[in-house]
């Protein structure tokens, strides 16, 4: 009522409003303005010293005070690349999490789609178990899965780390896509029944298109999790399956730290991670504020 | 397009939803299944579209046994409560959804959306979505989207419960004569009961998962086959008396000058037995006439509270200490007024208090698959 009634006497435009009320809105614009720059700063600064420091040479990356103008150099980059297989490692991470990341979703979904809609015995205690999963320590289970994979001659190939990829990216899909199936009303699927389609085409014409932005939300953060995944890639792989935050690892030393291409493999690591985010960013916004626009 | 329902049951688990219901809805009819939450109505009406699969029994479609057939075989069109709208569509897309299934044509799609879309009133609306309408709005949609398709039967889950009290009234009567005038079968649930009769051709009133009573909107307010009935229809509910029949054929009933209204005549139709039987009398509010002048059945009762609802008023009465509840139309009597009350005789209902049974239902219809169709 309250909020009606402020509309009424203050239409568009503030033309009719009285001074006070005009300055007020004007400050409290600049008062919040100021607070997103500063918290922009926290974040996005160390990431612009990352992506300087890459193009940086060596010795301007540690100089003291800071240069801030300098001549860009790809010299980190090679030593990536050539060196410490940099790009091997990028195509290796690519496939190991781009096809667990896919795997996990298209599995976790229907598993969500199940325990969201059809009466199964017992689907609390089954998806509290999924979850119980993801609460274990990913230590704990390291070595026991070392011995596995040797034994079954999986250590150091793609399969394994898609295999445990996959697993841990599985209860946050189900739990985030469980939520999200719920909020779709029932009455909207069993209308697309009445209006004459059949189940998989209520499936691809509703549901799926309903579920998109939950999907974009969770394919981005099932993606940065096994992306950045560092314990299992590095106890898991020796050569041929390394992944990149292996090879970033190697960037420092326990006796020197190479700044330049540990901030090289930093800027690799991130882009995928960035374009992905940007591309979903479009659901990502609707994934967030679905419980507001939804009927 | 007509539907019969032979024996109809749906378990949950180990809950009966709908008990054995048998029901026959003749082409054209307006049919409202009434009842309270829980009573089996929605679990009914989704049974009749192909959303639940009946545990027993069978469906039959204009003579055709859709029991185990998918809802888009069936060839009927439901409206939701929640509208069941698709909110990544356009109001346009939601309407021209159910002929692009079935593969219309794009021109042909367009001039329908068109047609339907001007008879609702939403041709302004075709290219929102339907998180932009207004709940009326969404209704209309919802409705442009069932009729779209001539469906041979129009299904309709309580479409107004959602919708505040004028647009209810606006829609109901909206609704009752866009269906007339196109003459299409349509199975209407709704625990509203004045909603119920002022839509319905023909009522049918479920309870615990059995129908209880079939029959036109006056034939069950003047003839409620039972005690449930004769509260559930009717708003205030109807006056219920505690009344004892003897072994001796004496009678007692509390407010006592109610005795002299029921004719010995009356009760000798009730089969005597052996022990005393608990009866319940029902009265009606509005045939409870108050009166300052007082005649030898009359009784007498004390005005406990009035509210004046602008057309009607409801009086709050005690009578020896039992409480009832009149409907006149406005009236000068203020709280603590001693009253005269006028009963007539043919407005007096006997309910057995055991059963629930009306045991003097007049012409009430006792057998609600055979009840005629009136309209």
């Known amino acids: ?295 | 397009m007509g539907v019969r329902l032979e024996g109809l049951k749906k378990r949950f688990g180990r809950v009966a939803a709908v008990r054995g219901i048998s029901l026959t809805i003749e082409d054209g009819e307006f049919f409202v299944l009434l009842g309270p939450s829980g009573c089996g109505k929605t679990t009914t009406l989704r049974m009749i579209g192909g959303l639940e699969v009946p545990s027993e029994g069978r469906v039959f479609i204009d003579g055709r046994d859709v029991t185990y057939l998918e809802p888009r075989q069936r060839n009927v069109a439901m409206v939701f409560q929640d509208y069941g709208l698709y909110p990544h569509m356009l109001v346009r897309e939601n309407i021209a959804f159910p002929l692009k299934i079935q593969g219309t044509g794009k021109a042909e799609r367009s001039r329908r959306v068109e047609e339907v879309a001007q008879r609702l009133h939403i041709s302004g609306l075709l290219k929102r979505r339907p998180g932009q309408l207004s709940g009326g709005e969404k209704q209309r949609v919802s409705l442009a989207r069932a009729l779209v398709r001539n469906p041979s039967l129009f299904l309709m889950d309580e479409p107004l419960s959602n919708l505040d009290a004028k647009l209810r009234i606006t829609m109901r009567s909206e609704i009752k004569r866009l269906v007339s005038e196109l003459g299409i079968t349509t199975v209407y649930v709704t625990h509203d009961q004045i909603e119920a009769m002022a839509m319905a051709s023909r009522i049918g009133v479920m309870d615990e998962g059995l129908m209880t009573q079939v029959g036109t909107p006056l034939e069950i307010y003047d003839h409620p086959a039972n005690a449930f009935v004769a509260q559930f229809i009717g708003a205030p509910p109807m006056n219920m008396f505690n009344a004892t029949l003897k072994a001796d054929g004496s009678f007692e009933v509390s407010p006592r000058f109610l005795g002299r209204i029921v004719a010995p005549g009356r009760l000798a139709k009730i089969r005597p037995s052996d022990a005393p039987r608990e009866l319940w009398i029902g009265v009606r509010p509005e045939n409870i006439h108050l009166e300052s002048g007082g005649g030898r059945r009359n009784g007498t009762a004390l005005v406990e509270l009035v509210e004046p609802l602008g057309q009607d008023t409801y009086i709050y009465l005690d009578s020896d200490g039992v409480k009832m509840i009149a409907v006149t139309k406005r009236t000068s009597f203020a709280v603590g007024d001693s009253v005269r009350l006028r009963i007539e005789e043919g407005d007096v209902h006997l309910l057995d208090k055991a059963t629930g049974e009306n045991l003097l239902p007049d012409r009430a219809a006792s057998n609600p698959s055979s009840c005629p169709h009136t309209s």
């Open chain 1, 1 to 295: 009522m309250s909020t009606e009634r402020a509309a009424h006497d203050f239409p568009i435009g503030l033309g009719g409003a009285p001074r006070s009320y005009v300055m007020r809105r004007t400050g409290a614009t600049v008062l919040a303005a100021s607070a997103i720059l500063l918290v922009l700063t926290v974040f996005l600064f160390p990431y612009y010293w990352m992506v300087t420091s890459a193009f940086k040479a060596a010795g301007d990356v540690t100089a003291y005070p800071p240069i801030w103008l300098f001549e860009p150099t790809l010299e980190n980059f090679r030593e990536l690349f050539e060196d410490l297989g940099g790009l091997e490692a990028l195509r290796n991470s690519l496939i190991v999490v781009g096809v667990s990341t896919c795997l996990a979703l298209i599995i976790g979904s229907m598993a969500a789609y199940a325990l969201a809609r059809y009466d199964i015995k017992g689907k609390e205690t089954i998806a509290l178990e999924i979850l119980l999963v993801r609460m274990l320590p990913p230590i704990v289970s390291v070595i026991p899965l070392f011995l596995l994979a040797k034994k079954f001659g999986l250590f150091d190939t793609y399969t394994i780390l898609i295999a445990i990829y996959t697993l841990m990216g599985l209860p946050f899909v189900v739990w985030v896509m469980r939520v999200f199936t719920q909020e779709i009303p029932r009455s909207i699927e069993e209308a697309a029944l009445i209006d004459g389609c059949t189940r998989l085409q209520v499936l691809f014409r509703i549901t799926l298109p309903l579920m998109l932005p939950g999907l974009a939300a969770t394919v981005v953060i099932v993606f940065m999790f096994a992306w950045n995944e560092y314990l299992f890639a590095t106890m898991l792989t020796s050569s041929h399956a390394k992944t990149l935050p292996v090879v970033a690892a190697v960037t420092v030393k326990p006796r020197a730290i190479s700044w330049g291409v540990s901030s090289a493999a930093g800027v690799l690591m991130s882009v995928p991670v960035i374009v992905l985010a940007l591309l979903a960013q479009r659901y990502l916004v609707r994934g967030l504020t679905f419980g507001v626009i939804k009927d």
